[in-house]
Each structure stands twice: as structure tokens, then as C-alpha cells.
């Protein structure tokens, strides 16, 4: 089970970014947000147990300031 929502953070990592029509540091900061909010909340999760759900809030959470910084840089940016 635990590896299973582990896969399922990874793809949806992915699949987020492309599913948006933002600039490309939106969609980067997205996708690298996922990343690494995945490792930091599977690391955290694992502490108390569950790796899987600290992996999943993690890239949801990472994925949303991801995209709001590289939405900030792709306005600066004039995208």
C-alpha cells in the first residue's frame, strides 16, 4: 500500500505540470515543487509511521508553492 501511494505521488508529479497551460517556469516549479515536497513529506510521513500520506500531502503542497513561485518568475519575466 505504502509503495503503491508512493508511485501515485511520483506520476501525479508529472502529470500536474502538463495538464496546465502556464509558462515553463510554472511548470517546472510545479513538477520540481512535487519532488521534493514527495521526499520531504515521505521522510516526514515515515517518522510517524506513514510515509505514504506525508509523500502525498507533501506533493500536493510542494506542487502549489512550486507553481505559485514559478508563476511569480514567468510574470517577471513577462510570460
Known amino acids: 500500500m505504502k509503495n503503491t501511494l508512493a508511485i501515485l505521488a511520483v506520476a501525479a508529479a ?4 502538463s495538464c496546465s497551460n502556464q ?3 510554472t511548470n517546472s516549479g510545479m513538477a520540481t515543487g512535487a519532488l521534493l515536497g514527495a521526499g520531504t513529506g515521505a521522510i516526514i510521513g515515515n517518522q510517524s509511521g506513514h510515509a505514504g500520506q506525508g509523500a502525498l ?3 500536493g503542497a510542494g506542487t502549489l508553492i512550486g507553481g505559485a ?3 511569480s518568475k514567468d510574470q517577471q519575466e513577462g510570460y
Open 23 to 25: 509558462g515553463p517556469n
Open 14 to 17: 508529472f502529470a500536474l505540470p
Open 57 to 59: 500531502i507533501g506533493a
Open 69 to 71: 513561485y514559478g508563476k
